[in-house]
T-cell receptor
């Protein structure tokens, strides 16, 4: 069965520091998908990124970057020059299924609460 | 704004009661997922509908049921409520197509916070 582990429960950083959120996943499928979501204090879940198992390219979007390594089953998320608005709970998630499976329910990690102190 | 709407935002009810949570997916999305977020269980998948048909079931209790209507909105019905059902219930929609090649990102609604007293 699939599993997502976010070992860091809570992280505090001072504004402008860089921070990396770790995510380790387990799956038996060869085709799978990895996601990061942000849950700010207001409670909604905001989609940040999707990565397919066959695409190991790292990605950068502004201050956000993601490092996908199949060899270590990890999909880590780095925020550069953190800001107070980055304070939130961040969830890593996994879905599985071959093309055409038609159902890609998400298995979430427990989340990492990031506090950015001004 | 994700484009997914959920009503009501908050719901307070007593044990033993029944409630209905409503979700409207993003325009054009045929797939709707329901998730429950609680302190002890975290975020858990409950059930998925695609174009009116149930497609997958997760950790959904028998007291819970869902449906998706022809206009694609979905309802999650929770009955014989217990204190432990207090949680944040999310629906998410996705652009997956039947037989589509890939999973797509799921966009979440703002959630319904259910409090059972």
């Amino acid at each position: 069965a699939q599993k997502v582990t976010q070992a860091q429960t809570e992280i505090s950083v001072v504004e402008k520091e860089d921070v990396t959120l770790d995510c380790v996943y387990e799956t038996r499928d060869t085709t799978y998908y990895l996601f990061w979501y942000k849950q700010p204090p207001s409670g909604e879940l905001v989609f940040l990124i999707r990565r397919n198992s066959f695409d190991e390219q790292n990605e950068i979007s502004g201050r956000y970057s993601w490092n996908f390594q199949k060899s270590t089953s990890s999909f880590n998320f780095t925020i550069t020059a953190s800001q107070v608005v980055d304070s939130a709970v961040y969830f890593c998630a996994l879905s599985e299924g071959p093309p055409g499976a038609g159902s890609y329910q998400l298995t979430f990690g427990k989340g990492t609460k990031l506090s950015v102190i001004p | 704004d994700s484009g997914v709407t959920q009503t009501p935002k908050h719901l307070i009810t007593a044990t033993g009661q029944r409630v209905t949570l409503r979700c409207s997916p993003r325009s054009g999305d045929l797939s709707v997922y329901w998730y429950q977020q609680s302190l002890d269980q975290g975020l858990q998948f409950l059930i998925q509908y695609y174009n009116g048909e149930e497609r997958a079931k997760g950790n959904i209790l028998e007291r819970f049921s869902a449906q998706q209507f022809p206009d694609l909105h979905s309802e999650l019905n929770l009955s014989s409520l217990e204190l432990g059902d207090s949680a944040l219930y999310f629906c998410a929609s996705s652009a997956e197509t039947s037989g589509g090649a890939y999973a797509y990102e799921q966009y979440f609604g703002p959630g319904t916070r259910l409090t059972v007293t």
